[in-house]
């Protein structure tokens, strides 16, 4: 049994390897949900989301959300009607009081519909509007993501960190903003003062992924270590499961040069170091870890080097026997 721990992009590109070195049957994937948004009443999983399209065969691999050839009929109109109606362009907030009321699993991530500031694709809205219909039919999340996960014929487990609400939200210096906003209307371009993961103090880990961590081999994946993994690690009693398990880490950077996304930024603007050693630091937990090729850092903990830019299965597959290798 093997568990990995994965936000959008770094960990859900490890899983074609995965599936190779291990049975799928035998692979939970525990997804982030501080990235989570209810847009026009229906909630927006996309780090889920993006395990789910990769299991199914249906990921765009060009931009690593959404679906290959979606339409996105209902997005544009939502725009072209936005803007006849004279809607401000960016993300619209539901005010305070509407933020917390109803459904609980969407608090402090809620978005008018009205010039939808995130593009969903047709398909993509009917996983998101299923999802959604679940929830309200009385399934947790955890229940209705595993429903889902069939429907699209994966063998893996997927399960979110928690079936409560946490929402990361990003401190810049003209006041906070919702992760979402941050790295899609302002392209991480804001200057990143702090991050706080509104809701982890009240939120339980779900038992599927305390379940999928305790005395198991975990891989914590490339994603992003703030943003990505953060939120998980801020929910109660998971650093101390993590602890009983065998963990190995991928650095999603080269030293101190980060492969993709905003990581470096935001490790930066958290205090912390925005390198190799930096991630060794956060995750002190960790058993080992699995670093480049060119990656000279040197760490307290046994450490394997690989080629680990990932651009197909065959690269993938190649990092997780060296996350594997690196366990003692």
């Given at each position: 049994m093997v568990t990995f721990l994965a936000g959008g992009t770094g960990t859900p590109k490890l899983l074609a390897?995965?599936?190779?070195?291990?049975?799928?049957?035998?692979?939970?994937?525990?997804?982030?949900?501080?990235?989570?948004?209810?847009?026009?009443?229906?909630?927006v999983c996309p780090d889920i989301d993006t395990v789910l399209f990769e299991g199914a065969g249906m990921l765009d691999l060009e931009t690593w959300w959404g679906i290959e050839g979606d339409t996105a009929e209902t997005h544009e109109?939502?725009?072209?009607?936005?803007?006849?109606?004279?809607?401000?362009?960016?993300?619209?907030?539901?005010?305070d009081a509407a933020q917390t009321e109803g459904r609980d699993i969407a608090r402090w991530r809620r978005f008018?519909?009205?010039?939808?500031?995130?593009?969903?694709?047709?398909?993509?809205?009917?996983?998101?509007?299923?999802?959604?219909?679940?929830?309200?039919?009385?399934?947790?999340?955890?229940?209705?993501?595993?429903?889902?996960?069939?429907?699209?014929?994966?063998?893996?487990?997927v399960v979110p960190m928690s079936d409560d609400p946490v929402a990361t939200i990003v401190e810049t210096p003209t006041g906070e903003i919702h992760f979402q906003e941050f790295w899609i209307s302002h392209r991480a371009e804001p200057e990143v003062l702090g991050i706080e993961f509104r809701g982890a103090d009240r939120a339980a880990p779900s038992k599927a992924f305390l379940d999928a961590i305790r005395n198991e081999t975990v891989v914590v994946g490339p994603s992003n270590p703030?943003?990505?993994?953060?939120?998980?690690?801020?929910?109660?009693?998971?650093?101390?499961a993590l602890d009983s398990a065998q963990v190995v880490a991928v650095s999603p950077f080269c030293e101190d040069e980060v492969f993709s996304g905003p990581a470096d930024d935001l490790m930066a603007g958290t205090g912390r170091?925005?390198?190799?050693?930096?991630v060794a630091g956060m995750?002190?937990?960790?058993?080992?870890?699995?670093?480049?090729?060119?990656?000279?850092?040197?760490?307290?903990?046994p450490v394997v080097r690989t080629d680990t830019k990932i651009e197909d299965a065959d690269d993938a597959e190649r990092v997780v026997r060296a996350a594997m290798d690196a366990l003692p």
């Open positions: 390897g995965a599936r190779r070195v291990f049975d799928p049957a035998g692979i939970t994937v525990v997804g982030n949900t501080g990235d989570d948004v209810e847009i026009a009443g229906h909630l109109e939502l725009l072209e009607l936005g803007e006849k109606l004279g809607a401000d362009a960016g993300p619209r907030y539901l005010d008018s519909g009205v010039a939808e500031f995130m593009h969903i694709g047709d398909t993509d809205r009917a996983l998101h509007l299923t999802r959604t219909g679940l929830i309200d039919e009385g399934h947790t999340l955890t229940e209705a993501t595993r429903e889902l996960a069939d429907a699209f014929g994966l063998e893996l487990d703030v943003t990505s993994i953060g939120p998980m690690l801020a929910l109660d009693g998971v650093r101390e170091e925005p390198s190799t050693a930096g995750y002190e937990f960790a058993d080992a870890f699995v670093l480049d090729a060119e990656d000279g850092t040197e760490l307290d903990r």
